[in-house]
């Protein structure tokens, strides 16, 4: 197996086609937000005085996301007295999904006004629409480790990203102070997807880690799993982890039923945008990096939860029929046949196979986790807690700084 290498873009985009064309609502709708969000923003800027708070805003998900609770409690740990609120809303179908959630930007706007230190794991119009220099410090934290599948800029204009279009008019990912990647291959790379030079990045992989990392953590996982789903302690796991697709997916039913003939159930776990289909098993309430807690394979596509399992050191194997046609249309940063351990499987039962005769093993899937996720010896220390300390850390020292740049008495923050 070979380091690995990146693959580079074309050095042209492809032409616009349907799939990357917004539509006129869309981009009615962006530039309606474009216009509209910051004039709403300057009398509640004026209004609404900035305190010694953190806000934590999400468009990844509804209910608060693994790794902000994480650092939520973390800074509780460091520093009790500090207000942290979260807020994390998905938008809907829908017009009226569209106009609940264009009320839900008013709510997270308002939020936050009343912050020095905004987190962010996604694109938020919040942030990237206002101008928040000089009064909010912004941490783009990214909901996933390593750097497998092209997105942000990198996608944009293809027919599997974002419209250059949309993208334009939503400033995207414009208006952050710093971005973390879990490891220093991933600068490069963060680098061109979210258009911040390279020293704007720094390496903190994300506290999830310490879940993965952390076996007392882990058994604990598997056991609130298994006592919310007993018949997951019947036959070894498998969990299936494809990424987000706007329309084709892969037959997950034909796969359940490959795995099913080698005495193994599978569990979906779907992107949080994906449709969740009825034909397979889908274990609610529980984030994929959770699920690893209970599995004994793992399979993917071209998510980047792959490495989460492979650092959790789970045998990790892919299926992916429409290769050649995703690389066209979303590009990848891999040369997957060099970097990934295993072979990419186009076909259902070979993959069940290959998972049968345990093809790939453990120590095969957490040398390649090593090159994508920095390992630091604070991962092993802390009481489990490292690598959300560790970022919590991050957030008092940019708190620090907001303070210090404003001439204000600092509060408990780490000097800056």
């Known amino acids: 197996m070979t380091g690995g290498r990146f693959r580079r873009r074309p050095t042209t985009r492809p032409a616009a086609t349907p799939t ?8 009615i709708a962006a530039w309606a937000l474009r216009l509209g969000l910051p004039a709403v923003s300057v009398p509640i800027r004026l209004v609404v005085r900035p305190s010694r ?7 990844e ?8 609770r994480l650092l939520r409690e973390a800074l509780a740990r460091l520093e009790p007295d500090l207000e942290v609120r979260v807020d994390a809303r998905r938008q809907q179908p829908g017009l009226s999904g569209r106009v609940r959630f264009a009320f839900g930007l008013l709510a997270q706007l308002r939020l936050a006004a009343t912050a020095r230190v905004v987190v962010v794991d996604t694109y938020s119009p919040v942030v990237s629409l206002i101008g928040w220099r000089g009064r909010v410090r912004v941490i783009q934290i990214w909901h996933a ?38 490891s220093e291959r991933c600068r490069r790379p963060y680098a061109s997807a979210f258009r911040v030079p390279p020293e704007r990045i720094d390496v903190a992989p994300l506290p999830r880690v310490d879940l993965l990392l952390d076996s007392s953590l882990r058994e604990a996982t598997r056991q609130r799993i298994l006592a919310a789903f007993p018949q997951l302690g019947e036959a070894e796991v498998v969990v299936y982890a494809p990424t987000f697709r706007a329309s084709k997916a892969a037959d997950v039913a034909a796969l359940a039923s490959a795995v099913s003939r080698h005495g193994k159930t599978l569990v979906h776990a779907p992107h949080p945008l994906s449709f969740k289909g009825e034909e397979v098993f889908v274990a609610e309430g529980f984030t994929t990096a959770e699920l ?9 596509d071209y998510s980047s939860a792959v490495f989460e399992a492979a650092l959790a050191g789970i045998p990790c194997y892919f299926y992916a029929p429409d290769l050649e046609e995703y690389e066209a249309e979303r590009g990848l940063y891999l040369d997957l046949a060099a970097e990934l351990p295993g072979s990419v499987h186009t076909d259902p039962g070979a993959l069940a196979e290959a998972i049968a005769a345990g093809q790939i093993s453990p ?10 996720i920095a390992l630091p010896e604070l991962g092993s220390t802390q009481g489990g807690h490292g690598f959300a300390n560790s970022l919590a850390a991050i957030v008092r020292r940019s708190l620090s700084r907001a303070e210090a740049k404003r001439g204000e008495a600092p509060g408990n923050g780490l000097p800056s």
Do not use: C, N
Request: glycine share 12%; proline share 4%.
């Open 292 to 300: 690893l807690g209970v599995a004994s394979a793992f399979v993917t």
């Open 53 to 59: 708070r953190v806000v934590m805003l999400s468009r």
């Open 20 to 27: 990357t064309r917004a539509s006129a609502i869309d981009l």
């Open 61 to 68: 998900e509804t209910g608060e996301p693994l790794d902000f």
């Open 145 to 182: 480790l390593g750097a497998l599948k092209q997105f942000g800029w990198d996608s944009a204009g293809r027919p599997g990203g974002r419209p250059l279009a949309l993208a334009r008019a939503m400033r995207m990912h414009r208006g952050y102070d710093l971005v973390l990647a879990s």
């Open 363 to 372: 120590g095969a899937a957490r040398a390649f986790a090593a090159r994508w």
